[in-house]
């Protein structure tokens, strides 16, 4: 009765291991979650190959938890036993740091945790999590559809309510698959004129469904002249890992337009006499803290935005990764307990 299986990595570019593990007491300041449901992100790369400077071994990936606390340790107030809850990347901060005492959490220089890098994740039975990391989960979603929310619709959702952008306005989203196809979805029901972009006329029917505005096949049409004709677009939000695309953009955007970015490409290339000639910018987006989680999965409830989701038990998690990394994957990939 006091084991769970967690999938663990041991090291660096190491395999997933399904292990056997004592159920975990809740330290100080910290929570038990019996995990029902957590989506792959590509961001799990980073515990997968050892790429997040200082992570330590073996941990357990896994940043889109969703389940029940299940016992709550000491200190901890406001939660309780049986509580419905999502974990996302932003897993704590000190509270005293200069970043943390004007409110910028995300940037706490102390003591930032990352779930699934600083302490083990949500792919697993089981996990422990700082209470300041919680999100509570509304009722209307299932776990299965909140996990996704987590961070991609975090993600996505959080950026473009904080991108300056006012109903009416012409937002695009470029890229159409996990974030980008939340991404539509949000700013559309944000009030934008929400322009999709992405390669191939085949993505048309999507983009349309998720009701976009307009749709712009990258291959065949230059985005930049494309969203020029529409009048400019207030913001450009990249969500694809593509330097090139992001660029290709750029000169779509329309006076004091930002391109936000998400996904991260190795590099990329600007022409600064766009940004001067229209005072455009280039901004960078966290994804946010639980609150912004928390807001995001009320905002999702409330306007019908979902996650379309490929689901996997947890002992596939090989499968699972593997759909993850092809790209081919429609669009997110959760996995599941059985909890
Ligand atoms: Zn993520
Ligand atoms: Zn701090």
């Not at 029902?36 to 790429?51: F, Q, R, Y």
């Not at 509304?138 to 909140?146: F, K, N």
């Not at 499968?319 to 599941?336: C, D, Q």
Request: charged share 20%.
């Amino acid at each position: 009765m006091s084991k769970m299986r967690v999938v663990q990595v041991s090291r660096p570019n190491g395999p997933f291991e399904i292990v056997e593990r004592e159920i975990p007491a809740a330290g100080a300041g910290a929570v038990r979650i019996k995990v029902e449901a957590c989506g792959i992100c590509h961001s799990d790369t980073l515990t997968k190959t050892g790429s997040f400077p200082g992570i330590q071994y073996p941990r357990v990936p896994g940043h889109e938890a969703v389940g029940v606390v299940d016992a709550v340790g000491a200190g901890v107030a406001g939660w309780t036993v049986g509580q419905r809850v999502g974990v996302g990347w932003h897993g704590g901060h000190c509270g005293r740091c200069d970043n943390c005492r004007r409110g910028d959490f995300f940037a706490c220089e102390v003591a930032h945790q990352i779930t699934g890098i600083s302490f083990d994740g949500g792919y697993g039975e089981y996990m422990i999590a700082p209470a300041v990391a919680l999100a509570r989960l509304p009722d209307g979603l299932t776990p299965v559809e909140a996990a996704p929310l987590m961070c991609a619709g975090l993600t996505t959702f959080n950026a473009l309510r904080n991108s300056g952008a006012r109903p009416g306005d012409v937002v695009a989203v470029l890229g159409l698959g996990g974030l980008g196809h939340l991404g539509v979805q949000y700013a559309v029901k944000m009030g934008f004129k929400t322009v999709a972009i992405a390669r191939g006329k085949d993505k048309e029917p999507l983009a349309k469904k998720l009701g976009a505005w307009r749709y712009v096949d990258s291959q065949a049409q230059d985005p930049a002249v494309e969203l020029s004709k529409l009048g400019g677009a207030k913001v450009v939000l990249a969500t694809v890992t593509n330097g090139d695309a992001m660029s290709a953009t750029m000169g779509g955007l329309g006076v004091r337009g930002t391109l936000m970015i998400l996904g991260a490409p190795p590099s990329l290339t600007v022409s600064p006499f766009v940004l001067i000639a229209g005072q455009r910018s280039i901004q960078g987006w966290y994804s946010g803290t639980s609150i912004d989680s928390q807001d995001t999965l009320s905002y999702s409830v409330q306007t019908g935005v979902r996650s379309m989701n490929e689901v996997f038990p947890l002992e596939r998690v090989n499968e699972a990764y593997e759909r993850m990394m092809s790209g081919k994957a429609r669009f997110r990939v959760v996995l599941t307990t059985g909890k």
